[in-house]
């Protein structure tokens, strides 16, 4: 009942109706900054930078690393075999070669949740010192680590959260994380629905409150009328509570 109830409210106040499980494409915002779940081939986004998850030598062939490496062709290996081999956490960059976009950030592949937050955070770092507006991810830790995809996307929303949430002043507009395989981009999505319920259901707790504070008209609402506004707040709650 508190589901089908705040749902209801969430339509009623914001219009519209709540984002469809499954789309092709689901969007949701950080701080303002738009971040976006395909399901795709990342060598044909046309973005400043596609983020490449390699190896120590920059010269994995196979998997979603080996397609951008075909693709980008021959100016790009011959970037990597230049920079050399790289820490466990290293995370350079190169030219984009004959891919769509300005360059390729080659990230050393991490193998747990941990290592996958610390190499976004430091990858949107790097991205925002060469004023990249827009970016690339592929599912990083799905492939040959074999970390479980939601395991994966959870750790990727916290290397997000952690950079922009502290990097307010940040170029970055938008965010792309795109899912080859099906399941993986299934996974993926149904996170991504959550996130989206969790964000729409806390904005509709701030905008009740903020309408009560922005009219004023706290002190003369009726003994009933506070109890109505506080039971909103509470069902979006719950039904936050519930769902997460």
Known sequence: MNSLFSGFLRKWIFGGDQPPMNVPTITFQIDGKEVMLKKGDITKESV????NTTNKTLDLHSGVSGAILKAAGSSVKDECKTLGSQPYDGVVVTGGGQLQCLYIVHMVGPTTAALITTA???T???????NIATVAFPAIGTGKAGIA??????????GMENYLLSNTASNLKIITIVAFDTTVYDSFATVFNESLEMSSGSSMV???????LALNIAPIMSKCHKIIAVMLILAVTVDLQANA
Not at 149 to 158: G, S
Not at 206 to 212: G, H, L, S, T
């Open 124 to 130: 949107l770092g790097i991205c925002d010192r060469r």
């Open 48 to 51: 400043d930078a596609i983020v």
């Open 120 to 122: 976004v955070e430091k």
């Open 206 to 212: 701030i905008f009740i409150i903020k309408m009560i």
């Open 149 to 158: 995809p939601r395991v994966a996307i959870n750790a990727i929303f916290d």
